[in-house]
């Protein structure tokens, strides 16, 4: 009996221990996802297309009716983007994006 509960006491510690590592590992791709997504952000309003959408910042992008169309304009011309990329030039065009983007970055 005295085993069969020091292997319980083992068990439940092993997978307190894990669920410890699961949960840290959660939250830390939850905050590097959300570092990636505010910079992706910053990367269209840099680019521009906040203002050319007219956008504003502070709206709620989910729930501000008055900026539903601006929105789904935006939405439909990033899909518009990605649905002109081939496959088999995409590698060319990145490094072509990629120097445009550069110089952008650099101003």
């Given at each position: 009996?005295?085993?069969?509960?020091?292997?319980?006491?083992?068990?439940?510690?092993?997978?307190?221990?894990?669920?410890?590592?699961?949960?840290?590992?959660?939250?830390?791709?939850?905050?590097?996802?959300?570092?990636?997504?505010?910079?992706?952000g910053?990367?269209?309003?840099?680019?521009?297309?906040?203002?050319?959408?007219?956008?504003?910042?502070?709206?709620?992008?989910?729930?501000?009716?008055?900026?539903?169309?601006?929105?789904?304009?935006?939405?439909?011309?990033?899909?518009?983007?990605?649905?002109?990329?081939d496959?088999?030039?995409?590698?060319?065009?990145?490094?072509?994006?990629?120097?445009?983007?550069?110089?952008?970055?650099?101003?």
């Amino acid at each position: 009996m005295q085993t069969i509960n020091r292997n319980l006491n083992q068990y439940q510690h092993e997978q307190s221990t894990f669920k410890r590592k699961l949960q840290k590992s959660t939250m830390s791709f939850r905050k590097a996802r959300t570092k990636t997504l505010i910079q992706l952000g910053g990367l269209l309003a840099k680019s521009g297309f906040i203002d050319l959408f007219s956008i504003k910042l502070g709206q709620d992008l989910q729930k501000d009716d008055e900026v539903f169309e601006d929105v789904a304009a935006l939405m439909g011309a990033l899909v518009e983007m990605k649905s002109t990329c081939d496959l088999n030039t995409l590698p060319q065009q990145k490094m072509l994006w990629a120097e445009k983007g550069k110089r952008s970055l650099a101003e």
